[in-house]
């Protein structure tokens, strides 16, 4: 482990990450996660960073009130430099572990203006970002990138930058800005990145289980991996890598398992202001993962969407997991079943990415 990074929770395996995603990686789930086995690393959705901003309240709670014992990286997205500078030192008076950079997000409204993915067309742009905040941050600085805007031309360029600037870790989603989040992941560029890298670098997109973790850390000659959607789905996946890293069968998963998580999901991530129907809406966004999991034909997902009220919900997760509790979980999703299918892109006046956009 090179100085500096955090270590792993087992000395020497590669590391593992929960991606940010915005109106998912709060206290309330990243507590969720910790309870069913805690990534090496967190990282907060990105705080949005311009002239008139203050992080984010809800946001700073995911750092302030973390219990989970692991470290949590802030994540920021902007252009200004100077606000990005004057954020990134408000957060170092929490106990963050470091600062990372985003410069992946797919957002019309976000790279339009040159924020986030839009940020790769511009290399100028990152250097003069990272020069500043590498010289205002005393920690760690680290980026998260797409390999590239429209295509693959900057990649080289933006890593090189990363070199320059002595940042400590990269994350690579392996797809370009305009490539969304459906299309494949391509992992020989991030194969390229990680082999350019001076720091370690985290394979990201579509590490679908623990069994894919391995196998994309070793296609991919990278250090670790982050997962995002795939963590919704199944919140032991980061156990479940440990137990792979060691050569070891990723513990099997139950219907009667996944019972117990909805249940713990609901009860976490309530909300008392916010109404029961509203909560079971946000309820069935993360069921969307969950259900790609649950039976091969998607008849959890057909009913789940249709649940009105708690009760119904529950009812509905009873008859689809508890009929049969000890039936597995599948650990790989079931091909054909989409969390939200016809909702790849996020609108023109969405300000970043959201389970009401993204699918799997
Ligand atoms: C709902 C949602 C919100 C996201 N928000 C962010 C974010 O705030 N910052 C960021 O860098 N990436 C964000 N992403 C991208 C993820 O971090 C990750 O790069 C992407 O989902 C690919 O990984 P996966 O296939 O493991 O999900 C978001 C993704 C989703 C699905």
């Not at 690393?41 to 949005?48: G, Q």
């Not at 997205?77 to 030192?89: F, Y």
């Not at 249940?263 to 916010?274: A, G, K, M, S």
């Not at 650990?331 to 939200?340: D, F, S, T």
């Amino acid at each position: 482990m090179p100085p500096g990074l955090p270590p792993a929770i087992v000395e020497g395996q590669p590391l593992t990450a929960l991606a940010p995603m915005q109106d998912v990686t709060d206290l309330a789930f990243m507590r969720v996660v910790g309870h069913y086995g805690a990534p090496d690393y967190f990282f907060t959705e990105f705080f949005r960073v311009h002239a008139q901003s203050r992080p984010e309240k809800h946001i700073l709670r995911s750092i302030d009130e973390n219990l989970t014992g692991r470290p949590v990286f802030a994540q920021l997205i902007g252009e200004d430099i100077a606000h990005m500078v004057r954020t990134a030192e408000a957060l170092a008076r929490h106990p963050i572990a470091g600062i990372d950079i985003n410069l992946g997000c797919p957002a019309p409204k976000i790279y339009k203006k040159n924020v986030g993915g839009g940020l790769l067309r511009d290399p100028e742009r990152v250097g003069a970002i990272l020069a500043t905040l590498r010289a205002a941050v005393p920690g760690l600085l680290t980026v998260k990138m797409r390999i590239g805007f429209e295509d693959t031309s900057n990649l080289d360029r933006i890593v090189d930058l990363v070199n320059e600037h002595r940042i400590d870790l990269l994350t690579v989603h392996g797809r370009t800005v305009r490539e969304m989040y459906r299309s494949e992941v391509h992992y020989d560029q991030i194969a390229r990145a990680a082999a350019r890298a001076r720091c370690p670098v985290l394979a990201n997109g579509n590490v679908t289980s623990a069994l894919r973790a391995r196998e994309i850390v070793s296609q991919t000659g990278s250090r670790g991996v982050m997962i995002g959607r795939h963590a919704i789905r199944n919140p032991w996946i980061f156990a479940q890598c440990r137990e792979a890293f060691a050569g070891l069968p990723p513990s099997a998963v139950t219907l009667g398992d996944v019972r117990g998580y909805v249940d713990r999901l609901y009860r976490e991530t309530r909300d008392p202001e916010v109404p029961e129907r509203a909560h079971v809406n946000k309820m069935k966004k993360y069921l969307n993962f969950v259900g790609q999991g649950v039976d091969p034909r998607g008849d959890f997902l057909h009913d789940m969407r249709r649940a009105e009220s708690e009760a119904q919900l529950f009812g509905i997760c009873d008859r689809h997991l508890l009929a049969d509790a000890g039936l597995p979980f599948s650990l790989e999703p079931y091909p054909g079943v989409i969390a939200r299918p016809n909702c790849e892109t996020p609108s023109e006046t969405a300000d970043g990415c959201s389970l009401e956009t993204v699918s799997a």
